[in-house]
């Protein structure tokens, strides 16, 4: 039997699974601590809410001195796509601007080895944002983590977000501001938009292909990466909205 051509990933060689595990069988291989975290992770639902809130009314007091800092969010050149982010967990040094995106963050450091789980070093802006303190430090240490913003128009094509069972992390999303819910910014997964509490936090499940539009300005979500371990996932059951 003859190995059929597998044609290369569209949007990047990272997606190309089949070329990882011809290279390196280990690479793509889950571990039996996956295999446990992501049977447990199939009992909640793709978009999980949980019982922590954002206090929006502190969140803007806290985000004032950095009302100026917003850095553009994996920009394409001659695309036009209003989407913003600030670091909360970057590498050591780091400030809010840095390491908004892996691929940035490589060529920045040289190290094209880095992963989600080396960007645990807490900026000066999550120090300062006391009013998320108790939703990210129910998992500190968290991985690569930030505020994306993304205004009218701002959008992102349909994806996969870490879909092989040995992804080194899970994501909880909270949505913060007045401009959040299904009518103002659509999280399209599963062939559905989802309704969206204003400044509510979720476990969503972004292994599964899903696409995102603002309609209005000034959208802002927390994006955690949290690493997935056992302890975590438990930590994680113990806090869903609905048991």
């Not at 995106?101 to 094209?112: H, Y």
């Not at 998992?139 to 094509?157: A, C, D, H, I, Q």
């Not at 659509?186 to 400044?199: A, D, H, L, P, T």
Request: proline share 6%; hydrophobic share 30%; net charge neutral.
């Amino acid at each position: 039997m003859t190995d059929k051509k597998v044609p290369l990933a569209q949007r990047h060689a990272q997606a190309n699974y089949w070329f990882n595990f011809k290279r390196d069988p280990s690479s793509v291989e889950p571990s039996p601590e996956d295999i446990k975290c992501e049977l447990q992770l199939q009992a909640l639902s793709d978009f999980e809410r949980l019982k922590f809130d954002i206090d929006y009314d502190e969140f803007k007091k806290q985000m004032k001195p950095y009302e100026d800092s917003w850095v553009p969010y994996l920009q394409r050149e001659g695309l036009s796509n209003p989407r913003q982010g600030l670091c909360l967990f970057g590498l050591p040094g780091d400030s809010c601007t840095d390491s908004l995106s892996l691929p940035e963050a490589r060529i920045r450091t040289g190290n094209k080895k880095l992963h989600e789980l080396d960007f645990n070093t807490p900026t000066q802006l999550y120090k300062d944002l006391t009013c998320l303190h108790e939703l990210v430090g129910y998992w500190n240490p968290l991985g690569r983590s930030m505020l994306v913003k993304t205004n009218e128009g701002g959008y992102f094509p349909p994806h996969k977000d870490h879909p092989l069972l040995n992804r080194s992390c899970f994501r909880v999303i909270a949505f913060i501001g007045h401009h959040v819910d299904h009518e103002a910014y659509e999280w399209e997964m599963n062939g559905r938009v989802w309704r969206i509490k204003q400044n509510a936090s979720y476990y969503v499940d972004t292994r599964k292909t899903h696409r995102t539009h603002s309609w209005q300005n000034d959208s802002i979500h927390l994006i955690m990466n949290v690493p997935k371990t056992w302890e975590n996932v438990m930590k994680l059951m113990a806090v869903t909205k609905n048991f």
